[in-house]
T-cell receptor
Framework: DGGITQSPKYLFRKEGQNVTLSCEQN?????MYWYRQDPGQGLRLIYY???????QKGDIAEGYSVSREKKESFPLTVTSAQKNPTAFYLC???????????????FGAGSRLTVL | AQTVTQSQPEMSVQEAETVTLSCTYD???????LFWYKQPPSRQMILVIR??????QNATENRFSVNFQKAAKSFSLKISDSQLGDAAMYFC??????????????FGTGTRLQVTL
């Protein structure tokens, strides 16, 4: 079955450490996204990529980095510069990055990061 | 910048009854898309329904329908014949239809729906 796989499901990190969240999709989608979810704040866009080897900052990119070396993969690194990294992280993808109405987002099951 | 507001943090409905979740948005654009996503306890976001702003007809998907009022910038979700499996967090989302915005969504803060027997 096609879908998005995020790993790990739960991750604990000590302050000052970088951590990388994995996101893999087998939907042959061009575009991929990372959202952060905090209680009472909905989802906020961190980074997105419309094509391999290209990505753009979202609304809350500070303290995060991404790469898009392969179409299927869009890992997110939470760096020590992120002041409040404890959150639920959702990866998503869409057929492409254009504005077509048929271009809906498919989400992964998420990763919960806790900073100790 | 666009904003999406969901003013009901929590709602409750009895099984088999009907419930309406509210959503308002603010935009200066004339062409856009609106979505309702469901997030069950598994936390995986699932698309419930989608509305295109240039279509006057309200979207429907089985027991789910919307009341889209473009002038009022309102986009409510009606769930008919509520089922226990409908219990979840529901998010309203906005996406611009203009080139260069990719498929970035702007989300509301969500409404938690409880379904009781």
């Amino acid at each position: 079955d096609g879908g998005i796989t995020q790993s790990p499901k739960y991750l604990f990190r000590k302050e000052g450490q970088n951590v990388t969240l994995s996101c893999e999709q087998n939907l042959n989608h061009d575009a991929m996204y990372w959202y952060r979810q905090d209680p009472g704040q909905g989802l906020r866009l961190i980074y997105y990529s419309q094509i391999v080897n290209d990505f753009q900052k979202g609304d809350i990119a500070e303290g995060y980095s991404v790469s898009r070396e392969k179409k299927e993969s869009f890992p997110l690194t939470v760096t020590s510069a992120q002041k409040n990294p404890t959150a639920f992280y959702l990866c998503a993808s869409s057929i492409n990055g254009d504005y077509s109405g048929a271009n809906v987002l498919t989400f992964g099951a998420g990763s919960r990061l806790t900073v100790l | 910048a666009q904003t999406v507001t969901q003013s009901q943090p929590e709602m409750s409905v009895q099984e088999a009854e009907t419930v309406t979740l509210s959503c308002t948005y603010d935009t200066s654009e004339s062409d856009y898309y609106l979505f309702w996503y469901k997030q069950p306890p598994s936390r995986q976001m699932i698309l419930v329904i989608r509305q295109e702003a240039y279509k006057q007809q309200n979207a429907t998907e089985n027991r789910f329908s919307v009341n889209f009022q473009k002038a009022a910038k309102s986009f409510s979700l009606k769930i008919s014949d509520s089922q226990l499996g409908d219990a979840a967090m529901y998010f309203c989302a906005y996406r611009s239809a203009y080139t260069g915005t990719a498929s970035k969504l702007t989300f509301g803060t969500g409404t938690r729906l409880q379904v009781t027997l």
